[in-house]
């Protein structure tokens, strides 16, 4: 916990964790992300104007980068990386698009994955 003082008033950050998810619970949530992909682009404006929304996420969906760490992704980055085609690539065999929700990658020697 970080505390700040500011003239008169004092603001406290904490990093609030959810609990840990067993496996079950974990595909569950994945399940639930795949199955409403056309309801969350429907509603994006929606879900990037309501925080409790725009940063909830599950435990698969995260982008990690060398030497900056771990970032879980909410939906609401999700839909924005969406939105401007920068987690989004296209199957050839059946000419859809494939939604990425996790990502991670080396900067210094370009390799990434998705």
Not at 51 to 62: I, K, Q
Not at 66 to 75: E, F, P, R, T
């Amino acid at each position: 916990m970080i505390k700040r003082e500011r003239s008169k008033q004092s603001i406290i950050y904490e990093q609030v964790r959810p609990p840990k998810k067993n496996r079950e619970e974990d595909v569950a949530d994945l399940q639930l992300l795949v199955n409403n992909i056309g309801r969350n682009l429907q509603h994006a404006d929606y879900i990037l104007r309501m925080p409790e929304l725009n940063f909830s996420s599950f435990s698969r969906a995260f982008i990690s980068v060398a030497y900056l760490g771990d970032n879980k992704s909410g939906i609401g980055y999700l839909l924005a990386l969406w939105e401007d085609r920068l987690l989004l690539g296209t199957c050839n065999l059946r000419q859809n698009f494939l939604f990425n929700f996790s990502a991670d990658g080396l900067p210094l020697s370009g390799k990434t994955t998705g």
